[in-house]
């Protein structure tokens, strides 16, 4: 099997969720952060995906996670 790839999921609203969800869920790709600039007072983060990394700044998360993509 073909490595996974890194994805880090920017936004966390109603698309970004969806998004967060279906990476989550897929066996091709694995969340390596989410980027939100107010995801520390983000209350309603989907318990699924309580477990990743979590990024206010864009440009940390891109070099602490090095993620394959971007969504």
């Known amino acids: 099997m073909a ?3 890194k994805v880090l999921v920017v936004g966390l609203g109603n698309m970004g969720a969806s998004h967060a969800s279906a990476y989550h869920r897929s066996e091709g790709f694995q ?5 939100s600039r107010s995801i520390k007072s983000n209350t309603k983060i989907p318990s699924e995906l309580a477990g990743y990394p979590l ?5 940390v998360a891109l ?7 971007v969504s």
């Open 55 to 59: 990024y206010e700044d864009f440009d």
């Open 3 to 5: 490595d996974k790839v």
């Open 31 to 35: 969340i390596v952060g989410i980027m």
């Open 63 to 69: 070099k602490e996670t090095k993620p394959d993509a």
